[in-house]
């Protein structure tokens, strides 16, 4: 049976109702297509350095928190355990090497048993906290004003008895400093 070919108008009503090929289908979220391989990553790679970082004050403690921080996690390319890379705020190093075999059971009870088997510090200021009491106590000291010239002239003729020396001029920053503070 030979079937007749629609009409021009049968084309253009056909096409208006109906596609000729179906939809394409939107691609599946690049999150939802990721999460098998980073589910396989992480279980093969562990949390890495950024886990450590953003729990670290949970893992050591807030004391070793505030003088540390995990700045590498190098593991070998035979396999076996990791070494972490910490770093210390200056003279701390040496507390910290104490620590070090508390720091590794902590860090591995977060981890995994045997992830990290060796601690190496690096000294170093800490990027992560705010500046130490001194440095911000000079801070504070910068930012206040100079004397006005009538409590420079009280301060020096206070002081004008003394002798020219080192104890006079570190009298003289003494009394301004004290002048300066707005609570005195």
């Given at each position: 049976?030979?079937?007749?070919?629609?009409?021009?108008?049968?084309?253009a009503r056909i096409?208006?109702?109906?596609?000729?090929?179906?939809?394409?289908?939107?691609?599946?979220?690049a999150g939802r297509?990721?999460?098998?391989?980073?589910?396989?990553?992480?279980?093969?790679f562990g949390h890495?350095?950024?886990?450590?970082?953003?729990?670290?004050?949970?893992?050591?403690?807030?004391?070793?928190?505030?003088?540390?921080?995990?700045?590498?996690?190098?593991?070998?390319?035979?396999?076996?355990?990791?070494?972490?890379?910490?770093?210390?705020?200056?003279?701390?190093?040496?507390?910290?090497?104490?620590?070090?075999?508390?720091?590794?059971?902590?860090?591995?009870?977060?981890?995994?048993?045997?992830?990290?088997?060796?601690?190496?510090?690096?000294?170093?200021?800490?990027?992560?906290?705010?500046?130490?009491?001194?440095?911000?106590?000079?801070?504070?000291?910068?930012?206040?004003?100079?004397?006005?010239?009538?409590?420079?002239?009280?301060?020096?003729?206070?002081?004008?008895?003394?002798?020219?020396?080192?104890?006079?001029?570190?009298?003289?920053?003494?009394?301004?400093?004290?002048?300066?503070?707005?609570?005195?």
């Open positions: 049976m030979v079937r007749e070919l629609p009409s021009a108008r049968d084309v096409l208006a109702a109906k596609r000729t090929r179906p939809a394409h289908r939107p691609p599946p979220a297509a990721l999460m098998p391989t980073i589910k396989a990553l992480d279980a093969r890495g350095v950024e886990g450590l970082k953003s729990r670290w004050s949970e893992i050591v403690g807030q004391a070793l928190a505030r003088r540390t921080e995990p700045n590498k996690l190098a593991t070998p390319r035979g396999g076996g355990g990791a070494t972490l890379e910490l770093r210390v705020a200056g003279p701390s190093a040496t507390l910290i090497q104490h620590q070090a075999g508390d720091i590794l059971a902590r860090v591995n009870l977060f981890l995994g048993p045997g992830a990290v088997v060796k601690l190496r510090i690096v000294q170093g200021p800490l990027r992560g906290t705010p500046l130490p009491e001194a440095a911000l106590a000079r801070a504070r000291r910068r930012a206040k004003g100079p004397l006005d010239a009538a409590a420079e002239q009280r301060l020096e003729d206070d002081l004008a008895a003394l002798p020219d020396g080192r104890l006079k001029q570190a009298l003289m920053r003494l009394g301004r400093e004290v002048l300066r503070d707005p609570k005195a």
